[in-house]
């Protein structure tokens, strides 16, 4: 068994890093540039460029990782939006480029995905819900997930991991998460302007981390979706920090979505049916509010 990671300087990649190292799973992290998480061992470490494609490949030969767990992605929906052939680039070539690596040598190859995949008229979604994306970003993900489903070669060792809003803590993130906002706003009685007609079921990166090793583990195909447990409006998602936090008083100003003038549509519910992950993976993640004494410790960790 050895796990080769894609994003690894990214959050869900840093959870998957310290999930193997504590289980004692053999890795190699990779990323584009330095390594910038002190917990990963330079010598589990290479520079990655993905779209290089000889250097995938003789990265792939030379380590011969049973599994490729695929996290990098640019997911900054509004600059997607406006910079369609990079976000084209990064996140479906890439995934091609990985994927024909892994038939090269025969390795399980799993794909990070997301809940944009659905317009959000029908959530919560099951794995098998036909998909309709609303964005540049959400369309470049289901083109990604089409080179796996819609291989010419009928490889069938690969898994597609859906998820949604990812939250957590670690070193040297280049972009912040909804509730580690919450947590610094909401004690010094900042006003948050959130809106009231999204709904997403956020998930913490250790319980992703978790779902997306499990898979490998227990040698699973196909596609699971892994999210926190409890869809709510992204201001009621904010609410639960600040119950949690034990505040009296906290300000929220809630918003129109069609106040913010974002350059990409996004959908106005998602939220997924967890059933599959449950059965196959013992997959039960935390709620909101279990997960703060955990964020708050780790904040001092990672400071």
């Given at each position: ?42 010598s589990n470490y290479i520079s990655l460029d993905l779209l290089q494609t000889d250097e995938v490949d003789q990265l792939v030969a030379d ?17 997607c939006e406006m910079h369609p052939e990079e976000c084209h680039q990064v996140n479906v070539v890439s995934t091609k480029v990985l994927f ?29 819900d036909p998909v309709n994306p609303l964005s540049v970003y959400a369309q470049s993900k289901v083109d990604a997930e089409q080179v796996l ?155």
């Open positions: 068994m050895k796990i080769l990671i894609t994003g690894s300087n990214g959050l869900l990649g840093q959870k998957i890093v310290k999930r193997c190292i504590r289980h004692q799973i053999p890795f190699i992290a990779t990323s584009k540039g330095s390594n910038r998480n002190p917990e990963c061992p330079e380590q011969k990782p049973t599994a490729i767990i695929h996290t990098a992605a640019l997911t900054n929906v509004d600059y024909d690596a892994a038939k090269s040598i025969g390795a399980h190859f799993e794909l990070l995905s997301t809940d944009f995949v659905f317009d959000g008229e029908n959530g919560p979604y099951k794995e098998e489903l819609k291989d010419p070669d009928n490889y069938r060792d690969w898994s597609i991991a859906r998820t949604i809003i990812v939250y957590g803590t670690g070193f040297g993130l280049s972009r912040s998460n909804m509730i580690l906002w919450a947590l610094e706003a909401l004690p010094k009685g900042e006003v948050m302007k959130l809106v009231d007609d999204q709904f997403r079921a956020p998930t913490w990166a250790d319980d992703l981390a978790y779902g997306c090793v499990e898979i490998v583990l227990r040698n699973q195909k196909g596609v699971f979706h892994l999210s926190g447990p409890k869809t709510r409006a992204v201001n009621e998602i904010v609410e639960e920090v600040g119950r949690a936090l034990g505040l009296k008083d906290f300000t929220i100003e809630t918003i129109s979505s069609d106040t913010l003038n974002q350059a990409a549509k996004r959908p106005p519910r998602t939220g997924f049916d967890l059933s599959k992950a449950e059965k196959l993976l013992d997959y039960h993640p935390m709620d909101i509010r279990e997960t703060i004494p955990l964020l708050q410790h780790d904040l001092i960790h990672y400071r």
